[in-house]
């Protein structure tokens, strides 16, 4: 930290902005040509403090001009100078910050192909850069992998022994991923809890009936009896129809489109048939927990095949990383850092860009990790990817919304709805006093900055839909509040939910696997105790795909958790205070889910300690 002092005779009346200009070398210089500014603080002769803040790297080539850190409206600006201050860095922004088109049906994305070209404000930090790279570099050392020299495995109690140092979720994993209640519990609190929902009527594509079932229902109860209770639940595949499987070292893989319906009893949720497809007919059984204990293993391992396509592509990369993609890229074309919003926002599109360049060009591209180890592939993965954009939501991505939708309110041991529920309404809280504070109703509606955010994102992330139900303008300040919950938690809780457990869950391959080398049984009693070594994948695509869920379940040693912010964006006392109060109402949540969490396996991913700011990795 630097301070100088400057002697002015004068009265230069109000501090507008400051230009910042870095001294020129006297000589050439090895060193970098670039430094980092944090901020600037100017205390007048009358002692009043004036924060300029930065936080960006300049070079010596290149002038930045600041403005004070008090948050403002276009509507409320007075002096030309700042509106003209504002408009030129939008200008410079949308020149740095271009949309591009992955493919006609997906969000767009930052035109950027390489990380480096970022903006530095946009790109890793130093330490961030140099531990992503070793990661990279050592993950395959860091698990120790005891790989066998043959392509396929020849046991289960093989693949048990391939990894030495087990975390103790994944030696869960391990010792239950057979067992029935286990396989119920994941849709819950597993790596993917958005797909369940109540059913209150069997759809007729998936004709179960009584007799199918009634050994798995309390005596002298009916499907139609529990369904009224709301004890039946489904979890429908339907967006992998009909998708061809990829070929995998000259091999045919293989995808199905499940069903899969589950019944709560007790505080357990219990799968209790499975179609394999979804079309109804003789080589399409549905089975059963009755069937042989080699059939209805199979049976549900291609469901957790299916649930690797839905929750990596559908609800974790789409839904959290592309689309905070798009609401990051829009903040910055639409809105100066004097907008309160921005202030707000900015802090939750850290590192997003850049991780979503490396996974674009690290997994989803025609050579990623996608097209060589997933029996999805490429082609396929990008009409799987367009189904899944077709069918978002406004409400799918509102916490409370989503689960009152998919009638989850009521089946126990739900811990994503309970502390999920808890986040959104902290969050909630702290969004309403911060957008009230600096709108009214009337502020809201002339706003036109604010919109042309709105339009950017409905726009580019191709959710102008009126079935999707995003709103086309704000009105109130509720409306606004809701909005940017619900930008904040998609890019925080939900990310963590379905990211953080990765390995823990997914590692274990035979409960997780990418691709499967044998087609669905198309008959009962067709499969025998090879059946399931035969069907998961070969030893290079396991140690592959634990590779990559290990590196991007690793944290950073500079990550901001939720409510943590470093840069001093906010100078006004009510939106400092906001932050104080957010941070203990996460404190108090954390201490709470502590105290519930004396169970065996306990739900860690929402617990505030474990949430991220945005979107990391």
């Given amino acids: 930290e630097q301070t100088f002092s400057l002697n002015i005779k004068e009265n230069i009346g109000e501090l507008l902005l400051i230009e910042l200009e870095a001294k020129p070398p006297s000589c050439k210089s090895c060193t970098d040509d670039e430094w980092f500014c944090s901020k600037i603080i100017v205390t007048t002769p009358e002692g009043a403090r004036m924060l300029f803040p930065c936080y960006r790297w300049m070079s010596r080539d ?5 403005r004070n850190s008090v948050a403002m409206l276009k509507t409320q600006e007075v002096a030309p100078q700042l509106l003209a201050h504002s408009q ?4 410079r922004r949308r020149q740095n910050f271009n949309w591009s088109k992955l493919s006609l049906g997906l969000p767009h994305h930052v035109k950027i192909r390489i990380a480096c070209s970022l903006p530095p404000e946009a790109r890793f930090s130093f330490t961030k850069e140099k531990e992503f790279l070793f990661n990279s570099v050592t993950v395959f050392m860091k698990l120790k992998l005891e790989c066998p020299k043959h392509d396929t495995w020849n046991s289960i109690e093989e693949i048990n022994g391939i990894l030495s ?3 103790e979720t994944y030696e869960y994993v391990q010792e239950n991923w057979r067992r029935d209640d286990f396989f119920g519990y994941q849709f819950l609190n597993g790596l993917n809890p958005m797909i369940i929902r109540r059913c209150s009527e069997l759809p007729e594509k998936f004709p179960v009936t009584d007799e199918m079932v009634q050994g798995f229902l309390p005596e002298g109860s009916t499907l139609k009896s529990e369904m009224k209770k709301g004890h039946i639940f ?6 992998l129809k009909d998708l061809e499987g990829n070929e995998i070292n000259r091999k045919k893989q293989y995808l199905a489109a499940p069903l899969c319906l ?3 009893d007790r505080g357990k949720l219990i799968p209790i048939a499975i179609q394999l497809n979804q079309e109804p007919g003789a080589g399409n059984p549905i089975f059963l927990p009755s069937d042989s204990e080699h059939d209805w293993l199979v049976a549900k391992t291609f469901v957790r095949n299916a649930e690797f396509n839905e929750h990596e592509l559908n609800f974790h990369l789409l839904r959290t990383h592309l689309l905070g993609e798009v609401f990051t890229v829009a903040l ?3 809105l100066p850092s004097c907008h309160p919003l921005f202030k707000l926002l900015v802090p939750h599109t850290r590192y997003n860009l850049q991780i979503n360049i490396m996974a674009r060009n690290l997994l989803i591209s025609r050579k990623g990790y996608f097209s060589k180890f997933t029996a999805i592939g490429n082609d396929s993965m990008t009409t799987f990817l367009k189904r899944a954009a077709s069918s978002l939501t406004y ?3 509102c916490l409370p919304d989503n689960i009152k939708e998919r009638g989850m309110e009521d089946i126990p041991n739900y811990y994503y709805r309970d502390d999920g ?8 809280k702290f969004v309403s006093g911060l957008v009230s504070h600096y709108y009214s109703d009337q502020d809201v509606q002339e706003d036109k900055e604010l919109h042309a955010w709105l339009t950017e994102i409905r726009e580019k992330g191709g959710l102008e839909n009126s079935q999707a139900g995003f709103p086309e303008s704000f009105c109130t300040v509720g409306q606004l509040a809701k909005f940017v919950t619900m930008v904040i938690f998609t890019v925080s809780a939900q990310h963590a939910a379905v990211n953080n457990g990765q390995f823990d869950f997914g590692g274990y391959m035979p409960n997780f696997p990418s691709t499967l080398r044998c087609p669905p049984p198309r008959q009962k009693g067709s499969t025998t105790k090879d059946s399931i070594l035969e069907t998961l994948p070969d030893v290079k695509t396991t140690v592959n795909t634990m590779a990559i869920l290990c590196l991007l379940s690793e944290g950073s040693s500079d990550r901001y958790p939720l409510g943590h912010y470093p840069e001093e964006l906010f100078s006004e006392e009510t939106p400092q205070k906001l932050m104080i109060q957010f941070k203990i109402d996460l404190q108090d949540l954390k201490r709470s889910i502590d105290a519930r969490n004396t169970v065996p396996l306990p739900y860690t991913f929402l617990n505030p300690e474990n949430v991220d700011n945005s979107i990391a990795i």
């Fill in 262 to 264: 589950l019944f709560s």
């Fill in 421 to 428: 529920h808890k986040l959104w309404e902290i969050i909630l």
């Fill in 165 to 167: 140092n087990k975390p």
């Fill in 62 to 66: 290149k002038k930045l001009v600041l």
């Fill in 234 to 239: 489904l979890c429908d595949y339907k967006r």
């Fill in 395 to 397: 409400s799918s991505l």
């Fill in 332 to 334: 910055m074309r639409t």
């Fill in 88 to 91: 030129e860095t939008l200008k």
